[in-house]
């Protein structure tokens, strides 16, 4: 397996706007009254998909009595994550949801803050990436890619829903260090969120599109894309007939852990309540539909656990990050 693989072990053990969703909560078992959202980036992506998803989870279990939603795009995460802290007494009842790329964007400087400025919450899922290309594309394997970038390199774009040097731009640059394809050359376009990446790579402006792999799973049963390769060592049932990239010779395996934080000087007390509820959220029917549906792996770092994750995690990616020639 190449230098440039990050395993589970490293990495799991590691309508936009504004949107209102609640269900009524069974009394016996609220945990927490209310939660607000806030979501670093448009709707469509990974975070917008998380929070909402954990939100219907908790809600219909009754662990939460309502729950809303915040999109706030800007700065690749950096304008939430200064909202957080900056407004801190105010948002001590909003969680807001993230992933690698705060260790990421934080080590490259796209904004000044990093994980150590919030309170951690928890970590909470793991999702593997995929690269993938419309339905209608003459390229069907991870082969195809290959060549169609070696016969033309400034002709065939990768789009991501994050910023040049960040996540989705680093899980392509693995696949295509691996492949033996200069990752600095890549064409990377960046969008801000799924959405409008999925509308680029459909309506042709780029030929592929790395990404989170449950935010290709609706649009690959719909029949508009189609699935190169998955991060994951084995097939995910959730489309069992999307090849991972070791099954095609390519040992890029690679986990995006996604969890939540809260804004700075939290109370305890309003912590634990955070992380009985997602702890308890885990044993539900709710979440389990919630957790299947979006092709997710259960993890769960609470508290310190967290801050060792991610600790471990900065490391690991600073180092793989320096070999690619990204920071």
């Given amino acids: 397996m190449s230098t440039f693989t990050l395993t589970r072990r490293l990495c799991v053990a590691a309508a936009a706007g504004l949107l209102s969703f609640s269900t009524p909560a069974l009394a016996d078992d ?18 917008d998909g998380t929070a909402r998803g954990t939100g219907e989870a908790l809600t219909e279990a009754g ?27 105010s948002n001590h009842g909003t969680l807001m949801v993230n992933s690698t790329p705060i260790v990421i964007r934080s080590l490259t400087g796209v904004f000044p803050q990093s994980f150590r400025d919030l309170t951690l919450v928890a970590g909470t899922i793991g999702d593997y990436a995929a690269i993938v290309v419309a339905a209608d594309s003459n390229i069907m394997s991870l ?26 731009h680093l899980v392509a640059a693995m696949v295509f260090q691996e492949a033996g394809l200069d990752p600095i050359e890549m064409s990377y376009v960046p969008f801000d969120g799924g959405g409008p990446t999925m509308a680029a790579l459909l309506s042709g402006e780029v030929q592929a599109v790395s990404t989170g792999f449950s935010e290709v799973v609706e649009l690959v049963n719909a029949g508009e894309i189609r699935v190169i390769g998955v991060t994951a060592e084995e097939r995910v049932d959730t489309l069992p007939d999307a090849m991972t990239f070791t099954e095609q010779g390519n040992d890029t395996v690679f986990v995006n852990w996604r969890g939540f934080f809260a804004a700075p000087g939290l109370p305890d007390e309003q912590l634990a309540a955070y992380q009985t509820a997602l702890e308890e959220m885990y044993d539900t029917d709710a979440w389990e539909e919630v957790r299947s549906r979006n092709g997710w792996v259960n993890i769960h770092n609470s508290g310190d656990d ?10 690991v990616l600073g180092d793989l990050m320096r070999q690619l020639g990204f920071l």
Avoid: T
């Fill in 30 to 47: 609220q945990v927490v009254e209310s939660i607000h959202f806030l979501i670093p980036g448009g709707a469509g992506g990974g975070w």
């Fill in 63 to 89: 662990l939460v009595g309502s729950a809303s939603y915040e999109n706030m795009s800007g700065g690749g995460g950096g304008r939430a994550i200064g909202h957080l802290i900056e407004n801190a007494e």
């Fill in 143 to 168: 082969d195809d890619m290959v060549s169609a970038v070696s016969d033309d390199p400034s002709g065939f774009a990768v789009g991501g829903g994050s910023v040049p040097g960040g996540m989705d």
């Fill in 306 to 315: 967290f801050r060792v994750f991610l600790e471990a995690q900065e490391q």
